[in-house]
């Protein structure tokens, strides 16, 4: 069971940047795929961006394409979503998640955080 913690969320200025990061419990997290999903209200739970276990393949919606980076340090079991150049609209909850198989269907993930809020002003 692979438990996963986010952090970094918070209140910025359209524009701006904030990095959010979650920590793994389990010390296998290396032979996972992880990825950030996040949540608006009113909406349903979206892909934003995933990383392969070694970190050498990257995906990310076209939505934050150019904008955000997904990076993971294995040695302290964190993946890390940088996100630059926000804009209202990717005001969510964020998810880190964590799966055998790349994936960019929600139900096929098997690991979830708690999620942390990300509130952009225009």
């Known amino acids: 069971q692979v438990q996963l913690v986010e952090s970094g969320g918070g209140l910025v200025q359209a524009g701006g940047s904030l990095r959010l990061s979650c920590a793994a419990s389990?010390?296998?997290?290396?032979?996972?795929?992880m990825g950030w999903f996040r949540q608006a209200p009113g909406k349903e739970r979206e892909f934003v961006s995933a990383?392969?276990?070694?970190?050498?393949?990257?995906s990310y919606a076209n939505s934050v394409k150019g904008r955000f980076t997904i990076s993971r340090d294995n040695a302290k079991n964190t993946v890390y979503l940088q996100m630059d150049s926000l804009k209202p609209e990717d005001t969510a909850v964020y998810y880190c998640?964590?799966?055998?198989?790349?994936?960019?269907?929600?139900?096929?993930?098997?690991?979830w955080g708690q999620g942390t809020q990300v509130t952009v002003s225009s």
């Open positions: 998640a964590a799966n055998s198989r790349p994936s960019t269907v929600v139900a096929a993930w098997s690991y």
């Open positions: 389990d010390r296998t997290f290396s032979n996972y795929r």
């Open positions: 990383i392969s276990w070694s970190g050498g393949s990257t």
